[in-house]
């Protein structure tokens, strides 16, 4: 069964033609890892997919629903989130204020979440709940950014690079909040330079080269084949 499904989909930066043809499924509770190097593409998918981007060409359907070309915010309500790179906290917000914001009904199916729920996640933002998401340090924004669009509860997550720049016990506490997206039904698109950290948490992975998907298949599939690696993602 198909979630989410993208077909043939382009996107450009100016004159520059980045997504050259992306496309690929995600199944209810999957968590799908996008590899690659810098510049493939990967980032500008979840941005394309999210409506940040405006596909040239190409589809995007979520259960069925066309999203490409519709406004972000729609895509939200649609049941697709997504946590950014570059985290985008509300600076003058407190952490819980932040939460709230992100809060909006489930759609239909979805798993339903709470506050409480983040604050079991990451017991540190529960400690910081009145601090200023200006004041937080890069672990505790990034664990607030994920939480935040856990709180739309979506159908399917979309996440750029969350261990960028983290220490290993922020690190395995985000993968632990990977897996248990997945154990309770949500679907996750993962961005994430770390391939051990990717083949961990992944059912799925896409390695994207020039804008396009070169190969798809399991964990295990990719770490077999070792000339894949050396081609497509060795520095």
């Excluded at 729609?74 to 049941?79: H, M, V």
């Excluded at 950014?145 to 290993?168: F, K, Q």
Aim: net charge positive.
């Amino acid at each position: 069964m198909t979630l989410l499904s993208v077909r043939d989909l382009h996107a450009h930066y100016g004159k520059s033609h980045i997504l050259q043809g992306m496309s690929f499924d995600v199944g209810p509770g999957e968590v799908l890892s996008l590899l690659g190097r810098n510049g493939s593409g990967r980032s500008t998918t979840l941005k394309a997919l999210m409506g940040l981007v405006p596909p040239s060409a190409g589809h995007v359907s979520l259960r069925g629903r066309e999203l490409a070309g519709a406004a972000p915010h729609a895509i939200c309500r649609a049941g697709l989130a997504y946590v950014p790179e570059e985290r985008e906290i509300f600076a003058n917000l407190t952490v819980e204020e932040n939460l709230r914001m992100g809060e909006q009904p489930a759609v239909d199916g979805a798993p339903q979440w709470t506050v409480a729920q983040m604050y079991d996640y990451f017991p540190r933002l529960r400690e910081r709940r009145r601090t200023r998401g200006g004041s937080l340090s890069g672990g505790e924004q990034q664990m607030l950014t994920i939480c935040r669009s856990l709180l739309s509860n979506p159908l399917v997550i979309l996440i750029d690079e969350p261990t960028e720049g983290l220490a290993p016990k922020i690190v395995a506490q985000v993968g632990e909040c990977i897996r248990d997206m997945h154990r309770r039904g949500v679907s996750v698109v993962l961005v994430e330079q770390k391939l051990a950290i990717a083949l961990k948490v992944s059912t799925r992975v896409c390695l994207v080269g020039h804008g396009r998907v070169v190969f798809e298949g399991t964990p295990g599939q990719l770490q077999a084949d070792p000339a894949l690696l050396a081609r497509w993602l060795a520095v």
